[in-house]
């Protein structure tokens, strides 16, 4: 449940579904690894399954994986049910038409019509698709947003990095003539630090360079040991904690080059949108790193940088961002609310 006074609702009803008949309520969390899934509410048990995806069957097509993917979800939703799914992709929110995952289908780029064909074999149930970072700020603003919240967001730095704003006091995400909203990860990044021109020219996954994930997800952050000659640089995510709990300089001086460019998008997010009260922070690279990168973050983001850029005291942080624990944040668990902002994810 939300803090009181919130716009959250719990879940209405099933227009499609006979009166006096509830909806079955079917979510799943579709990532590269596991399928996670549960019928019934928020209370029931949750099911785990290996994914149908590219990262454990390497050598099956996109076809395939995709066929088996569609076979898994219409196989398991119930009867008339209303079925909420969040999916690792770039994912066109108002179709539901996948554009790509690696983890899931490899390098195969031409959109899919993955909700098309779920309703097409299970045309008896209601299916919405959205990415698991909109489901991820679902159950993040559910959990955090107070009475006067205004806007929020959610900022995962993981493999990949993309962040989501929700317009609480409206219900509403808006998102682009594609569907998408807060692709940021494949945005060019500045390299503005003092030396920082040593990471210059590192690759993305997408296959451009200079990319916020060149540098700042966990991929990204290999490659920058890699670059400053890093012996660890392979096991950096294993590593890093320690090397910086221990005040080693190389890795202090790689986390102040992976940090900066976030800094420097959550500076120009609350420039533009000064109404963003709530920003929170998770993903395996945040979490992995805990204190040492939210404190690295905040020394930043209490710098000034410009006249308009006075810099942001402990207090002023302290109401605005917050830094999520491993396990704190359910893309499952926001997916169920989904039904209560659809109708405000719009161009
Ligand atoms: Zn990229």
Known sequence: M???????????????????????TFAADIGG???????????????????????????????RLRADMVELLSDRAPAGARAALSFGAAIDHL???????????????APY??????????????????NDVTAALLDFAAVHAGPGTRRVAYLTVSSG???????????RIPVDARGLQGEVGHLPVPLTDPGADVLAGLPCECGATDHL?????GPGLTRAAHRLGLPWAEQVADRLP????????DARRLLELCAAPVAQLLRTLWCLDPHLDLIGIGGGVAEGLGGHYAAELRRRLAAATSYADRGHDDAWLDD????????????LRGVHRIGDWLPGVTR
């Open 95 to 109: 179709t539901g038409t996948v554009y790509g995952s690696a983890p899931l289908w490899g390098a195969e780029s």
């Open 213 to 217: 994930a060149s540098i700042a997800s």
């Open 242 to 249: 320690g090397a910086l709990a221990a005040g080693d300089p």
């Open 320 to 331: 605005r961002l917050v830094f999520c624990a491993p396990g704190q944040v359910d893309p």
């Open 161 to 171: 990095i993309a962040l989501r704003i929700a317009d609480v006091e409206r219900t």
């Open 113 to 130: 019509d993955l909700a098309a064909e779920l309703r097409r074999r299970r045309p008896d149930v209601t299916w919405h698709l959205v």
């Open 2 to 24: 939300t803090r009181a006074g919130t716009p959250l609702r719990d879940a209405p009803e099933d227009r499609r579904t006979a009166p006096g008949a509830p909806a079955a």
């Open 33 to 63: 690894t596991w399928v996670r899934l549960r019928t019934g509410g928020q209370d029931a048990p949750v099911e785990r399954l290996p994914s149908p995806s590219r990262l454990r069957h390497p050598d099956r097509s996109t076809a």
